[in-house]
């Protein structure tokens, strides 16, 4: 008897085994978070940072990883995949364009920098969308992000405490530092910036992880219920202190998010929580709260206000000299002008399909988690979409109030989140395969 085999276009595929990076990626939000920005690799300069080499490794990792899947792989279009390849070309055509023509030699090495950034970032965001194998590990992995995220937020509660910054103090063999560590103060309070270069960049980390960490409060109860409820409580507990617009902007846009998401008992539970906290830090701390009143009351009058404003006659300037692609991602330097607008920025380097592209990006991701909000019936999977919608509206408003990409925590968290949202997906979608651990 001759056994015939059907037709190609009629078997099933047998899906290959996803390689779980969660590891890997556990490793990258340590070193992220952990290690500060100004220390690097002495002699790679500021591509030198363990993070972004270790992004980099991420996207070695992935591509690898593809070639490997061959055709068991996944061949379902991926939106948020497809939004952040669009966006790459754009950067990619851009910078072909700036060193084709001529070019300062002193905007070259930031560019190519600039390029690397992005490369590292990409790689962080599509292992994370492709190699989080199911949602056991996708829980795991929120999970560990939350807990580094309470271990900073406890570390800018202690510099507010002592007024010291303490991280001018880390030294790590191999890694040089340059100078610029200090505590800086608004309204005669300190302003605690953990890790980061910035308070600003420490205030829009702090609150884009904010939704996450109330989503595992909520739902990972198989954790003791003060274990689960730690991160948020450090995280909400340190963003009054941070005396930063970005802060409070990116807080109140990600609770409103959420609140948006929630059930109605919930929702006016955590209002009431709200109300309940913002009534005793007018008691216990009067000078604090009139500071953070003061801070928007007195917004017209505030030079950091008026520099973002006048910013905006010079960018237009230079985007009409290259309107459709800029001048080159990374190549208008600080001492050309800080806008303290990423968006503006992005329209001079980038230029209008660029931003365009990179707006895209984020809209896809935030359009993909409500629509499976709206579309599950598992609570905690509704609970986890609205959180990762939440998280990546709080990163992209606050590209509105400094220039984002010349700090890489800011980023390298952002571009996590948004492989959180495209992991979330997949895996919900029912592409979620067997799979083998890259690193325990």
């Not at 007018?282 to 017209?300: C, D, E």
Request: glycine fraction near 10%.
């Amino acid at each position: 008897m001759t056994t015939r085999l059907a037709p190609p276009e009629t078997r099933l595929a047998i899906p290959s085994p996803v390689v779980d990076a969660v590891g890997w990626l556990t490793i990258y939000v340590a070193l992220l978070l952990f290690v500060p920005t100004r220390l690097v690799f002495g002699p790679l300069g500021s591509a030198g940072a363990p993070s972004m080499l270790f992004g980099l490794g991420s996207l070695v990792l992935w591509v690898f990883f593809r070639l490997g899947s061959g055709r068991g792989g996944m061949t379902t279009p991926q939106p948020i995949r497809i939004a952040l390849g669009i966006f790459l070309v754009c950067v990619g055509i851009s910078y072909v364009l700036a060193m084709s023509g001529p070019m300062a030699p002193a905007e070259i090495s930031p560019g190519d920098v600039a390029l690397l950034a992005l490369a590292s970032w990409s790689g962080t965001l599509l292992l994370t969308h492709d190699n989080v194998p199911d949602r056991s590990r996708l829980e795991t992995l929120i999970w560990r992000l939350c807990v580094c995220g309470a271990i900073i937020a406890l570390l800018g509660i202690f510099q507010v405490l002592t007024r010291q910054i303490w991280v001018d103090k880390l030294s790590i063999p191999g890694l040089t530092g340059s100078a610029g560590y200090s505590l800086n103060a608004r309204g005669g309070f300190p302003r605690p910036a953990g890790t980061a270069t910035h308070p600003i960049e420490y205030g829009t980390l702090i609150t884009m992880i904010l939704p996450l960490a109330l989503y595992v409060g909520f739902n990972q109860k198989h954790r003791p219920l003060l274990v689960r409820w730690l991160p948020a409580v450090a995280v909400a507990a340190v963003v009054p202190l941070t005396s930063s617009r970005s802060a409070y902007l990116g807080a109140a846009v990600g609770f409103l998010v959420c609140l948006i998401g929630w059930r109605r008992t919930r929702r006016l539970r955590m209002l009431g929580v709200v109300a309940v906290g913002v009534a005793a830090m007018s008691v216990v701390t009067p000078n604090l709260f009139t500071s953070i009143i003061g801070l928007f009351a007195g917004a017209a009058n505030d030079p950091s206000i008026a520099s973002r404003t006048d910013s905006y006659s010079l960018a237009e300037e230079f985007l009409l000299r290259r309107p459709v692609f800029g001048r080159g991602l990374g190549t208008f330097l600080p001492i050309y002008r800080i806008f303290d607008n990423q968006y503006l920025l992005l329209l001079v380097t980038v230029g209008i399909v660029g931003t365009a592209a990179f707006i895209a990006l984020g809209t896809t991701a935030l359009v993909t988690s409500l629509r499976l909000r709206i579309r599950q019936r598992d609570e905690a999977t509704r609970d986890l979409a609205i959180a990762l919608a939440a998280s990546i509206a709080t990163g992209f408003v606050c590209l509105f109030t400094f220039d984002a990409f010349a700090f890489p925590m800011t980023m390298g968290t952002l571009f996590l989140i948004l492989g959180l949202a495209g992991a979330l997906r997949r895996i919900e979608r029912g592409s979620a395969m067997p799979f083998v651990p890259l690193v325990g």
